[in-house]
């Protein structure tokens, strides 16, 4: 990158020539200005696709997780940009900013709103998607790893089993996900009780900042690094690395599917999950899904179906042992446990058929694309039978309704609540996640968003409070949303106390030193304070004067 001061009359060069070309489309100038700051040796012509190129569509779609976001009708980007290199990463950010080209970046794409490949409060947008960049450099010796942003968790994972059977990583449950996006939110996943979360175990990392420099965690300085680790995608900078800490795992996990109905008593042992499932060995994650399905009774009517979901990093004996002790009331036998490696249990898990083989892992690819809206919750005193009786009627109501309960506890409570941004610690028992699904397009989609919305306000009496707490990386624009083109402290304060609690002030602060211009927003991004905005910009005419 060009950054002495004898570049300046270049760089003035590049300016007049952009604004003799205004009439030049937003891509040209892009690609001009790209030219301009790029390490020739790295060419990037190959690497911009505009609505006129034939791939344009596929790289779009490509990880786009939510097809609410792909509907024709939803804002589309003026061209995608995918980097080869770091320097790249660094020319986009740089360019963006001086022709004022908002921009999008996207890792994995499973963005619940959408917000790495839509904007809906800013167009035009051009979307960075680092999918090209996906190293992952596993250091056995070291028991770490350099993983790049655009790398799923399951390329990581699998890039673990393949150097060692007893190492592993605490991160998502769903293998697709992108590292860039994921961790920076907090990444939980079937090892949180026993190790907690991705961004707790994090080293170091290197991003892009506003100024379009590369950091990594020295030259970031503490703060900056305590933000990225949890404070949410899109606010700080782009993200290219992380270097992750590997957990010890056994060589012998066992999983378990155990599915109790309505008719099979489902409410109780759902009810006595709620107090067991934080509480139980750390080793043994355990949750429920819960959605309606033909009763095996009377096939034509629905019930409630609530599957325990399991894994437990040691063998069947042991998990018997412990669901004895502590859970008799599921009715866990030998037949219902399978023991495999670590990487086989993720995989289960993740959903794949027991004879995937791992490689799969590497193709990248998402079992999950849908219509859907989704919620979030933290439940911090048990749910009643009664109030489970009448989630369970709404729930019947609906075409595609689903409900995720993780549990929390073990390695959870032992970090604070300001130990990185991610405040729901001790106290939580589960978190929970509404989706509904549909097929149908936008055709149908406010009466499936209504219900949610419906379902969401039954539940207040019977989760968090003061505030209501929301997972961060379980987008929900309900929550509130940033104003076009600007951001407000105060508006931001709804969504940003559900998210991060009293870590919201303080990422606010530390978004108004490292991106004081907002360079890095969207429709939930951490705002800068006004003032301090006010100001840089009169210093910024000043100096141009
Ligand atoms: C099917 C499914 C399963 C999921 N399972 C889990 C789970 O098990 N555990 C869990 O914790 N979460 C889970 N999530 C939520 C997931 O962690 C978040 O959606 C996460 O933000 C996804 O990251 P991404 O890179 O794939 O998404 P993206 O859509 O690419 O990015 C998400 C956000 O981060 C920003 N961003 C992306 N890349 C970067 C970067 N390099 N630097 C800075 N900002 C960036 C984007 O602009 C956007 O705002 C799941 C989501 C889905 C759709």
Redesign the pocket.
């Known amino acids: 990158m060009i950054s002495s001061p004898s570049s300046y009359l270049a760089i003035l060069i590049l300016l007049i020539s952009i604004s003799l070309t205004k009439s030049a489309s937003i891509e040209e100038n892009f690609v001009q200005c790209l030219s301009f700051y790029s390490d020739k040796a790295a060419p990037f012509y190959a690497s911009i696709y505009t609505p006129n190129n034939a791939s344009f569509n596929n790289i779009l779609n490509s990880?786009?997780?939510?097809l609410r976001y792909l509907v024709p009708s939803a804002p589309k980007p003026e061209f995608i940009f995918t980097p080869l290199t770091d320097s790249h990463?660094q020319v986009a950010v740089t360019c963006s900013k001086k022709l004022g080209i908002h921009l999008?970046?996207?890792?994995?794409?499973?963005?619940?709103e959408?917000?790495?490949?839509v904007s809906e409060i800013e167009t035009p947008f051009i979307i960075v998607?680092?999918a090209k960049l996906r190293d992952v450099n596993v250091d056995i010796g070291d028991n770490s790893a350099w993983i790049q942003?655009?790398a799923?968790i399951g390329e990581v994972y699998y890039r673990i089993h393949e150097k060692s059977d007893v190492h592993g990583f605490p991160?998502?449950?769903?293998t697709?996900?992108?590292?860039?996006?994921?961790?920076?939110?907090?990444?939980?996943?079937s090892m949180m009780r026993k190790y907690g979360?991705?961004a707790d175990n994090v080293l170091d990392a290197k991003?892009v900042d506003a100024n379009g420099n590369i950091l990594d965690r020295k030259s970031m300085g503490e703060e900056f690094f305590w933000a990225?680790r949890g404070g949410?995608?899109?606010?700080?900078?782009?993200?290219?690395w992380w270097k992750i800490k590997l957990v010890p795992v056994p060589k012998t996990v066992t999983v378990f599917t155990v599915t109790k109905s309505l008719e099979q008593d489902a409410s109780k042992i759902v009810h006595k999950w709620q107090e067991v499932a934080p509480t139980i060995d750390e080793n043994l994650f355990m949750r429920v899904i819960i959605q309606p399905a033909a009763s095996t009774a009377n096939k034509t009517q629905r019930t409630i179906t609530t599957s325990y979901n399991a894994q437990f990093l040691g063998d069947s004996e042991k998990l018997l042992q412990v669901m004895k002790e502590s859970f008799p009331e599921l009715g866990l036998t030998k037949q219902d446990c399978t023991e495999t490696s670590w990487i086989k249990s993720v995989m289960y898990i993740a959903g794949y058929p027991n004879d995937t083989p791992p490689e799969v892992l590497l193709e990248g690819k998402?079992?999950?694309k849908n219509y859907?809206k989704?919620k979030s919750d933290f439940v911090r005193e048990p749910i009643p039978e009664t109030g489970l009786q009448g989630l369970w009627q709404r729930l019947l109501e609906e075409d595609s309704p689903l409900m995720i309960w993780?549990p929390y506890g073990g390695m959870m409570n032992n970090f604070s609540e300001s130990d990185i941004p991610f405040p729901h610690r001790n106290g939580t028992l589960y978190k929970i996640q509404y989706l509904t699904l549909w097929q149908d397009g936008d055709k149908n989609a406010s009466k499936h968003v209504d219900w949610i919305r419906k379902l969401y306000n039954y539940m207040t009496p019977y989760v968090s409070k003061f505030p209501r707490e929301a997972?961060?990386?379980?987008?929900d624009l309900d929550l509130g949303m940033n104003k076009k083109n600007s951001t407000s402290f105060i508006q931001a304060t709804s969504w940003g106390n559900m998210y991060f609690k009293d870590n919201f002030n303080r990422l606010v602060k530390i978004k108004t030193k490292v991106d004081p211009e907002n360079v890095?927003r969207?429709e939930?991004?951490i705002p800068p304070l006004p003032v301090s905005t006010m100001q840089l910009k009169d210093k910024k005419c000043k100096r141009w004067e």
Request: net charge positive; charged share 5%.
């Open positions: 990880s786009a997780q939510n990463v999008r970046v996207r890792s994995g794409g499973h963005d619940y959408g917000l790495s490949y998607d680092l942003a655009g799923t991160a998502g449950l769903c697709s996900l992108g590292v860039g996006g994921h961790i920076t939110g907090g990444a939980y996943g979360l991705g991003i990225i949410g995608g899109g606010s700080f900078g782009i993200l290219l998402s079992t999950f859907f989704a993780n997972y961060v990386n379980y987008r890095f969207h939930q991004s």
